[in-house]
């Protein structure tokens, strides 16, 4: 029997293979007069679920996209993305001021020009337009793709501020009221100083005193939102101009 049990044991800790089991003789069942009565436990009704257990709740609300953008770092980022693009501000503005030149040239043209200038100036006068119109998009397109990426980055350093500070303002729910038609908050109801938008920029600031907060260049109204503004031109629609009447 001894030797059975260190077999066994040796097989269930993987020391042997489980061919060795067949060098065992088989254990005899024991007789029905040795088998012990069963029993069988009666059985219990499941117990029923606690009730749901309410807590006082303490709500805080913020506007996150503003806090992220209203952070010196915010302010840096979204400087930095305008400065990168000035110039080609400058370019689709110098583009559509050379058209606006060109229609007011082939608008008081002679009636004595030829149809072939006159369909020349057209062409380049089209020409230019659809230069202005495609430049001017893949413009708008990588102004608010590098917008977004320079935003998200600091969002993400932001929110872990946020959720820290919450966490140590013993606040148990926290809602993002930036954009309330994309989101679930249909309506909520301020108390006092439940708004964090302002504490959660001045607790990012001090946790990033190496950065500071740019220099204005000129007085805003409003602080900016992420990707709603991008390089733009006041681009006049082209018509080809009709000759004067004779």
């Not at 097989?11 to 029993?39: C, F, I, R, W």
Request: proline share 11%; hydrophobic share 40%.
């Amino acid at each position: 029997m001894n030797h059975k049990f260190a077999l066994l044991a040796a097989l269930v800790a993987g020391l042997l293979p489980a061919s060795a089991v067949a060098q065992v003789p088989p254990q005899l069942p024991a007789s029905p007069s040795e088998t012990p009565a069963a029993t069988t436990p009666a059985a219990e009704a499941p117990k029923p679920p606690p009730p749901p257990t309410a807590f006082a709740a303490k709500i805080a609300i913020v506007e996150f996209q503003e806090a992220v953008i209203a952070t010196n770092e915010g302010q840096q980022a979204l400087a930095a993305v305008q400065k990168k693009y000035e110039p080609k501000q400058a370019e689709l503005e110098g583009l559509n001021t050379e058209i606006v030149g060109l229609q007011k040239q082939l608008q008081a043209a002679p009636a004595t020009m030829t149809d072939e200038e006159r369909a020349s100036r057209t062409k380049t006068l089209d020409t230019d337009q659809k230069k202005l119109d495609r430049d001017t998009e893949d413009a708008r397109t990588a102004y608010q793709s590098d917008l977004q990426d320079a935003y998200g980055k600091v969002a993400q350093k932001v929110h872990g501020v946020m959720v820290n500070y919450v966490q140590k303002s013993g606040f148990t729910l926290l809602l993002d009221v930036s954009n309330q038609q994309a989101s679930q908050v249909m309506w909520i109801a301020e108390q006092p100083n439940s708004d964090i938008t302002e504490a959660v920029i001045e607790a990012y600031n001090k946790a990033t005193p190496n950065i500071s907060a740019p220099a204005p260049a000129a007085p805003t109204a409003a602080r900016p939102r992420p990707a709603t503004t991008a390089p733009h031109t006041t681009t006049t629609p082209h018509t080809t101009p009709k000759p004067p009447s004779q």
